[in-house]
Each structure stands twice: as C-alpha cells, then as structure tokens.
C-alpha cells in the first residue's frame, strides 16, 4: 500500500521550488511529471490538455514508471477524467477504478488500481487540463498532497494558457502567409521617418530572391522595375507620398535578373499624423503575369477568328437565347441578297426572309435547343420568301439550309448560347428531288430488282434484291448474273433462256439461284431487255422474288406441329403421345421402360445476367448434349421451358439412374458462347413402369417428384421416386397449411435481440426476430418456415404482423421511458412488390405514435442487389423520411461493393460466418477490418453479428466496430425481458 503521507511529508511544509517556477514549455512539464513520479510513485502519470469541444484530452507530457514515452489522445467519455472536468474538482479513487470505469479502455489496459485528477484552471471556471496519476496498488490521498498538487496545477494552468496563445499566433502567422503564397500577393511596409522598409516571404518568391536576408530598399525595388517602365512606376510612388491626391495604383512590368519578365500589380496606401506629413505607407504587390499572357493568347485568337468569320463561303451567326441577341457576319445576309442590318434587327430580318410557310419551323429550331438540352447539331431548311423574293417562282424557290449547337451553358446545364452556320442549298434539293423520285419505285419495291449494262455485267441492285440474296451492290458491281448461280441448271437450261431473250425480249420462269451465305433457293423470274432508239440492247433487267417461304410453309406447319422450334426436339405433345404408344406396347410384351425428367439448375440466373436470347442459346447447346448421348433423337423431349425428358426403352431404373449420371456429367461441362463462360447443372428425377407409376400422367408426375426432391438435396446430381418422396411432399404442403394458420390466428410470436454499442455498452436498438411454435411439430426454425412464406406468397401477412407487433412493442417501450430505443424490423424484399395496396412502413409506425427514426428496415444484401431499380428507389425514399437502412448479411453476395454503391445503406450488417472466424482466421480478420474502414469512409455504420465470445467481442472494439450483436450479450428474448436487458446495460 501506498502513503502519501510518509513520502510526501518531508517536503509537504515548502512551496514549489523556484527553479520550477522559472520553467516554462516542455521543461516545465517534464520535471513536473518527473516530480509526481519521485514523490507519488505511480506506475502512470501524465499532464493533459482539454480541446475546445470538451470531449478530447492531449497529453503534453506521459511517464510510465517513471520514463518519458510518446504523447496520446483519449476521449473523455466514460472516464474519471470526464468527472474531473465537469465537476471542475479533484477525484481520488483509492482502488478498484477499473471496475468503477468500465468503459474506459485505457484504465484496462495499464490495469490500475487507484487514480488521482487534478483539474487546471487558468482564471474561469472550466479547467483546461489535468494531472493524473495511476496507481498499480492501493492509494492513500491526503489534504497534504491535494494542495501540493494544486500549487503545481496553478503553475501549470499559466503556462497551458501561454502555450495556448502562442500557438495560435503560429497559426494564425502561417495561415497569412500560406494565403500569401496561392493568392501570389506579398505584403510591404514603408516606415517614411525612418525609411526602413519590411515585406512578408511572397516578395521574396515574387522577385525570385532566394536570400531571406537580404535587406529591402527602395534602391533593390528600383533594380526589379523594367527599364522602360521605371520612371513613371517611381514618380507615382513619391507622388503619391508628397501628395493624397496622387493614387497609388498601378501595373507595370518587373525584370529579375534571370531575363525573365512578370507583370506585377501594385497598391498602397499612406498613413499621415494630423498636419498632413506621410508616416508609413502599406500595400501589396501581385503577381498577375499568368493573367497578362492569357490576355494575350485571347487577343491573338480572337484576330484569327474575326479574319475567318469574315472570308468563309457560308454565313455565320450565333444567337444568345437568354438576351435574344442575333450576331451575324457580312456572308450571312449576302446569300439572302440583303444588305446587313445597322438598326440592331438582325432577327426579325432574318425571320422576314423566311416563306410564310416554314416561319413556325424556323423559330421552334432555337427552341428546339432549349427543349432537347442536348448538344447535338440541328440543322433547319427553309425557303425564301415570295414576299421579299418575287423572282422565287413555283417550282423556282431558293433554298437555304441554318445548322447550329450549343457552345455555351449555365450552372444548371441549361444551353445559353448558340451558334452555327448558313448556306444556299438550292441545287443540292433540286436534284435530290430527282434522285428521291427514282430511288423511291426502285428502293420500295418488294420485288427483287437487277440491272445488267449490254455485256451483261451488274451495274444496280435494289435493297430487296440485298436483302434476298445477302449480297451488297458493291460486291457485285461489274460481275455477271452467274455469281448467283446455283449449278443445278444444266446446260441446255441456259440456252433456252438466252434464245427467248434475243428473239421475244423477254423470260419467264423458276430459277434455283445460290445466296451469298450458300444457302440454294427458288425465285420466280421475269427478264426484260431494254433497247435504246437505234433498238441497240442498252441493259437486261431482272426481276424476281423469292419463293423458298411458299414451299417451306407446309415442311414448317408438319415440324411445329411435333416438334420444338427452338432445340429441334419433339415437343410435349408428341413425346406424351410416344409414352402411351410404348405403355400399350411393353404392357403386352411384359417389359420395362424409364423416364428421365430432366430440370436446369438456376437457370433463370442465366436469363437474368445475359438475357433470354442467349438462355434460348444454352438451351439449344443443352439440347445437343442430350442428342449426343442418347441416340433416338425423337426420345428426348422439350418438355417446357428449361425441362426435358428423356424415355428409356427396356432400361430399368438402375441402368437408367446410371445413364442420368451420364447426363449430368455432359451437361456440367463448361459451355462457352460468345467469349462467356456458362457452368450449367440439372437435377435428374427417374421413374420406372411399372414400379413407379402405369400411365403416362403418373409417370411423370413421380419423375417430377424425383427431381424436385433431388433440387432439396442441393441440385446437380439424380434421385430416383419412391413413394416417400411424395409422401415428404405432402408433409410439407400441410406444414404450408398450418402457418397460413398460425398467421391468421396471430400464434406467432415477435422475440427481441439487443444491438449493443461496443464502446459503451449501452442498447439503444433491437432487432426484431418472428418465432413459430407449431402445434404438431413444436419449435420451427425461421430458416425453415421464412422460405416457405416467401415460395408460397405468405411473407406480405408475415412481414405485416411483424411490422404491426414491433411497433406496438416498440411503443410501451417508449412509454416506460426508452425513448432512445429503436427497433430494426427485417423484410423480405419480394413484401415490396405491389407495395401500394397496404399501408406503407412509415404509416404503420405512425399509427401507433412512434417517429420514422425509430424503426429500421433490414434487407438482405443478395436478394436487394437482384432486385429491379424501382426498389431501390423505394428504399432511397425510405431514408428520406428518416427510417434507415440496413444491408443484413454484408459479404455473402456475389455483388456486395455495388450494393453498398447503389442501395447506399444507413447501416452494414457484417454475416456472422465472418465473425466467428474473426480470431482464428486472418482472411477474415482483414475482411471485416476493410468493411469496417469502408464503412466509416462512407459515413455507414456498422453491426457486427454473431458476437458469442469476449475475444471477439475485444477484437471489434479495436477495429472500431461501433454495434455487436449476438449471444454473448443475449438471445432474441420476449418484450418483459427487454426491460431487464435496458436496465442491465
């Protein structure tokens, strides 16, 4: 046990003695602790600074047993340190202060026993710092060693109050001159009587002086002034001291003596007594040489662009659309035959000039600009006025073309400025006109058109033409018909058709001509000549159409009929109609047969990721896999979307569990299309006639069942029907039976489990957790029966009577006092689809009085990153009306980054699984170390789940895990306990 009394005694008569007095700073401080160590023996002891928020103490000075280690910070909060300051006295602790200080980490980790705080005050009330000393046994404190101890606090509070003063004149002294250095202003002082002069660093850096010391003078200012702006720069400087009516205000140019030239802008003002005489002179000096250079780049630029906005063909303009402004070059107004207009109306000229019926066009064109708000070129064609143009007859107009896009916008992105161009387009629409006559009977057509020149070589095709053969003009411009040939007319075919071309001019018949793709295909053909007037042949010109649709209209009506379009399988129908045909066969003959039925795994995530296209593609890929394997194609059915079925003659159902394995080793085989990478896998269910079912209905109803129940097992594999499964089937739709039940008799129950905040202790949140006691089963857990609400469309009534339950808890919770206390409510994400038709969340909780803070949504992370953008949107609207946000179950999905980008959660639920490894597993230390530093990076707060042990419990303290959750504090216990648990922490 220690005695203040008998190692403090023998000095507890004198004062402080004067050679500490005289100390000040660092000194002072070092041999203050180094007292306390000498006379008090603690283990610890420092001296302590109070920040302006109050909540934060810096030590200036720390011993431990007795030797200087380096200066820390600790917050205040749940510290004797904390009693000290607010009750503005000392604290004594004898022992037992950690026990006493739960919450203060510091106090467990150095393991004290007793603790001394001395406040130090300066003049006011509030101290501004501390002595402690911490104590490894027992402390006696004694009146003797309090006031020995408030000597030294005096003596410190002085120097705390000069430390503090002096460093916020470096502060303030470094910040003037840090603004000194971006702004590139220096600052210089002018004493008239006794003609020294001052400036600040920037002058220095200004005029490129690397010597801090050397001495201003006007003489040194005088040698920076360039030559030839010397005189003048000087003569208004005394001028402006001889008389106040001379400013001092000016920019000149300064010469350094490395050659290089600076634009230096200069102020200054003359302080005088009260005769007039100048005393000092005080001003600045700028550096505004960037500003000079730009000025001239500007000028330069802009003389180009004037010479060629006066010297292109087309007119320019550009049109301010916030004043209406219209500027116009000289080119403008000369394609309009006009002079340009000196009143200002350039607009309203030009609008003039438009025809009557184009005007409306032409004034929506710039409306048009702020409507889009976009920066894409318009461009707008009109005509000329017959007003103003009387010589623009009909079927004689002038046509001019006005492109414009925006070169300027507002803050908001609103265009305000525009600019563009303006030609005479006339002849270019006169001959369009001509071409589009022609091109129109050519283009749409929907005969195929071919021309030839008189050598029979390819000159034209129409689109139709392109789009039957695959072929593009240009890959058949100066090649002959033969090109198309698709060799199955003979000889004598030919000829035939050649000697009624040059005898009648004309040919009609079939042709078999060959696409570019290869593909050999029917056209109904007529061929013309065409002669010039000395009946010289000019062209040959073709036109035919293609017939393969009529002939393989039959062949597709017959194949869809029995089979599948998509894979080429027989289809459900035809394949029901084999079964019964073989059921009726093998009953006679007393044999065996099985069935395969046959069901992709996950395979709507595939349609999801990639879209339906490329699912129909897997399919296909699939479907080939099973053609390949089992070699009577018309065997394998598509049964219907991403199922198959497969019948087995004479096979057993041993022989044919052996070739489902078959089946499901081809299938996994990594499949790519299109560079990506598909893993798929089937669960396979077998059914056997006659074991398993004597039609074909209870045949493949049994296969379902199979493969269903092999999907339970964890999919990817094959599990063959007996009557259990069907049996376990049902046993399930009556559980489904009994929770509709339970729900609607309100037998379930909401239980409660604490949110704790790590550094504290204290619980000011509860998640709210549905429990199920059924009536024949007992106990379900939730991860059986929340599964079965959610696939039978129960989790609406569930989430509801959850939602209803919590607030009514939350609300006597509240009345008792725990205002502080909010409730986190988990919902299924698929409870918001059609959200509108019950209340919404935040109506509920009105409803029974609570505010939107005081309950907190929980989504699980997988199913909210899957769900569609109007969710999202949902959530987002959530937070607007203060009801947070939780992400529950952080890190198990496969997409969890983007979630936290997109969902932008109030809070982060770290899975449990990452927790429990926490302490043995450095991979999952690390994880939930960067969730956590992520989350505080986004201003998200953490809960850490599945907290079961101390060591856990301590890890996530220092990782500055805010909130822990999980059976080491409690389980999820009914409403009467949560009060127990409030007043327990």
């Not at 001019?400 to 030609?423: C, T, Y």
């Amino acid at each position: 046990m220690i005695s203040a009394s008998s190692t403090v005694k023998r000095v507890m008569n004198t004062t402080i003695d004067k050679k500490i007095q005289n100390l000040n700073g660092n000194e002072l401080f070092d041999e203050i602790t180094d007292l306390l160590y000498k006379r008090l023996a603690p283990k610890h002891c420092f001296i302590g600074h109070f920040d302006e928020s109050g909540k934060y103490a810096h030590t200036l000075c720390y011993r431990d047993a007795g030797i200087i280690k380096d200066n820390f910070t600790y917050s205040l909060s749940g510290t004797p340190c904390q009693i000290v300051k607010e009750d503005s006295q000392s604290c004594c602790y004898p022992s037992g202060v950690t026990n006493l200080f739960p919450q203060d980490i510091a106090l467990q980790e150095l393991d004290a026993e007793g603790y001394l705080g001395i406040p130090i005050f300066v003049r006011g009330q509030e101290p501004v710092g501390i002595i402690v000393c911490l104590f490894e046994r027992l402390y006696e404190h004694s009146e003797e060693v309090d006031n020995w101890c408030k000597e030294l606090s005096y003596l410190l509070g002085i120097e705390l109050k000069y430390s503090a003063l002096l460093s916020q004149q470096e502060k303030l002294l470094w910040e003037l001159e840090e603004g000194q250095r971006v702004a590139k202003v220096g600052s210089w002082f002018w004493d008239l009587v006794s003609g020294s002069i001052t400036w600040s660093q920037e002058v220095y850096r200004i005029y490129g002086i690397e010597d801090n010391t050397v001495t201003p003078s006007i003489d040194l200012l005088s040698e920076f002034i360039h030559p030839e702006d010397r005189e003048w720069v000087l003569s208004t400087l005394n001028g402006s001291v001889e008389s106040e009516s001379v400013n001092y205000n000016l920019v000149h140019r300064a010469l350094l003596p490395d050659g290089t030239i600076k634009y230096l802008r200069k102020r200054a003002d003359v302080t005088r007594d009260s005769s007039g005489k100048a005393l000092l002179m005080r001003g600045t000096v700028h550096d505004v040489t960037d500003v000079y250079q730009i000025s001239a780049k500007l000028t330069k630029t802009s003389h180009k662009l004037n010479t060629t906005f006066n010297s292109v063909e087309e007119g320019i303009w550009e049109y301010d659309l916030v004043s209406g402004e219209f500027f116009t070059s000289p080119k403008f107004w000369s394609i309009l035959d006009k002079d340009k207009p000196h009143n200002g109306g350039d607009f309203s000229e030009w609008i003039d000039c438009i025809h009557s019926e184009d005007r409306v066009e032409g004034l929506n064109f710039f409306q048009r600009f702020i409507q889009q708000k976009f920066t894409s070129v318009f461009q707008f064609e009109f005509r000329l006025s017959e007003k103003h143009y009387p010589q623009v007859s009909e079927g004689n107009e002038r046509w001019l073309k006005l492109k414009g896009s925006v070169i300027a916008k507002d803050a908001n992105g609103n265009p305000i400025r525009i600019a563009g161009i303006q030609r005479d387009i006339t002849s270019s629409v006169e001959a369009r006109r001509q071409l589009s006559r022609a091109q129109v009977v050519f283009d749409n057509t929907s005969e195929c058109i071919l021309i030839t020149d008189k050598a029979n070589k390819i000159i034209s095709v129409n689109r139709a033409f392109e789009q039957t053969t695959g072929y593009r003009e240009k890959e058949l411009l100066g090649l002959t018909p033969n090109k198309l040939s698709s060799g199955l007319h003979d000889k004598e075919y030919y000829q035939s058709l050649w000697f009624s071309l040059n005898n009648s001019g004309h040919w009609k018949g079939e042709v078999w001509n060959k696409r570019k793709n290869g593909e050999i295909y029917p056209e109904e053909m007529s061929i013309n000549v065409i002669r010039d007037s000395n009946d010289e042949v000019v062209n040959y010109v073709a036109v035919f159409r293609d017939i393969s649709h009529w002939k393989k209209a039959e062949e597709q009506l017959t194949f869809f009929a029995y089979y599948d379009p998509l894979t080429g399988l027989v289809n459900r129908r035809s394949f029901i109609h084999r079964v019964e045909n073989y059921i009726n066969a093998v009953h006679k003959k007393r044999h065996v047969f099985s069935l395969l039925f046959i069901d992709m795994d996950d395979f709507k995530s595939i349609n999801d990721l990639y879209g339906h296209d490329f699912g129909d593609r897997v399919l296909t890929h699939i479907a080939e896999r099973l053609s390949g394997l089992f070699t009577e194609k018309d065997n394998i059915c598509r049964y219907g979307g991403d199922e198959f079925c497969v019948l087995l003659p004479d096979i057993a159902a041993y022989e044919a569990k052996d070739w489902a394995q078959k089946a499901v080793a081809a299938v996994s085989k990594p499949l790519e299309i299109d560079g990506i990478e598909i893993n798929t896998t089937v669960s396979i269910g077998v059914s056997a006639y006659p074991e398993s079912g004597l039609t074909h209905h209870a045949l493949l109803k049994n296969a379902d069942y199979a493969m269903y129940n092999m999907k339970g097992q964890g999919r990817n594999g094959v599990c063959e029907y007996d009557g259990e499964l069907q049996s376990e089937y049902i046993q399930k739709l009556k559980l489904r039976d009994r929770l509709k039940k339970a729900i609607a008799e309100e037998a379930l129950k909401v239980h409660y489990q604490p949110i704790v905040n790590a550094q504290t202790g204290q619980i000011n949140k509860f998640e709210a957790l549905v429990r199920w006691q059924d009536e024949v089963d007992g106990d379900i857990s939730p991860a059986v029966f929340i599964p079965m609400a959610e696939k039978y469309g129960l989790i609406k009534q569930i989430g509801s009577f959850v939602l209803h339950q919590a607030c009514r808890d939350l609300r006597m919770l509240h009345d008792a006092g725990y205002t502080h206390v909010s409730f986190s409510v988990n919902r299924s994400v698929k409870e918001f689809v059609n959200h509108s038709e019950e209340p919404q969340i935040w109506e509920v909780a009105r409803q029974y009085g609570l505010p939107d803070k005081s309950i907190i949504i929980e989504i699980t992370e997988s199913t909210a990153s899957k769900e569609s953008s109007d969710i999202q949107s949902l959530l987002s609207y959530f937070k607007q009306r203060d009801i947070q946000v939780a992400l529950d179950d952080f890190g198990t999905g496969y997409s969890s980054l983007s979630a936290v980008v997109e969902l932008r959660p109030d809070i982060i639920k770290i899975d449990r699984n990452f927790i429990k490894e926490i302490g043995q597993s450095q991979d999952s230390l690390t994880l939930v170390s960067l969730i956590i530093d992520l989350s505080h990076k986004l201003g998200i707060k953490v809960v850490a789940e599945g907290v079961e042990t101390k060591d856990q419990l301590d890890i996530l303290r220092e990782l500055k895990c805010k909130y822990v959750q999980g059976f080491y504090f409690s389980k999820a216990v009914p409403l009467e306990q949560c009060f127990a648990l409030l007043n327990k922490y």
